[in-house]
């Protein structure tokens, strides 16, 4: 009963809100975190193994496009 007392209450649901948007912001820069990491760890591939390393990235995106293309 608590939940359909709180539909009508403004501060619950801009409360609610602000933890969303709280929660997704730090959703962001955890992946931006983790993106970096990725990128400066791509600096220890030698030369030779660059392009190897490109094709697999490739297959990582496109697998990701595709599962979430729908």
Known sequence: MKLFNNIFNYDYIQQQAQAHDNEQKHN?????????????STDKIEPQY???????????????IQKHNN
């Open 50 to 64: 660059r392009e190897m390393a490109s094709a697999e990235f490739c297959a990582v995106l496109w697998n990701y």
């Open 28 to 40: 962001v820069f955890d992946s931006v975190k983790k993106l970096k990491e990725f990128l400066d």
